[in-house]
């Protein structure tokens, strides 16, 4: 416990006595977590081991790497919409072939796979002011070639 001084005559009226205060006193501790904190810096770098160990060879294959999503943009400039597959605009009339070479080129491991390619989840972007009626012809589209797994994406505004 801390100790307050105070003249004699001022403070609570009892002569020659100290005043006591809840304060806790927290110097000893600043002092022993400086301290600690000192021991770790000098023995963090020495708790590295460079001696070297041959480890044994894992037998459990390596998962898959996810395939890379792919895009599906649909904007309108000057009153035209376009629609675009990854960075390429496309024709309406060939959304459907080009989103599966676009697909069959971001999943190299399943290309030869007509049904895992159609499996693969297509990620649909919309311009705000872009009537809706665009982006559900887009999902017709893919659904015609036999993409089920359609999701739209929305801005994160968190």
């Not at 459990?60 to 990854?86: A, C, E, F, H, L």
């Not at 009537?131 to 359609?150: A, C, D, E, W």
């Amino acid at each position: 416990m801390a100790a307050k001084v105070s003249a004699p005559g001022h403070g609570s009226g009892k002569r020659g006595r100290m005043d006591v205060t809840a304060d806790p006193n927290v110097i000893p501790f600043i002092d022993i977590m400086l301290v600690l904190l000192i021991i770790f810096m000098i023995a963090a770098p020495i708790s590295s081991v460079d001696i070297h160990v041959q480890m044994p060879v894992s037998k459990i294959d390596p998962s898959k790497r996810p395939p890379r999503p792919t895009w599906v943009s649909v904007n309108s400039q000057g009153g035209v919409v376009r629609v675009y597959v990854m960075n390429d605009q496309v024709a309406w009339d060939s959304l459907g072939e080009r989103t599966i070479e676009a697909v069959r080129t971001n999943s190299p491991q399943i290309a030869d796979d007509e049904y895992e390619v159609k499996q693969q989840r297509i990620y649909i972007r919309a311009d705000a002011d872009l009537p809706y009626r665009n982006v559900v012809r887009t999902m017709n589209m893919l659904q015609n070639v036999g993409f089920t797994k359609i999701g739209l994406v929305a801005e994160d505004r968190r």
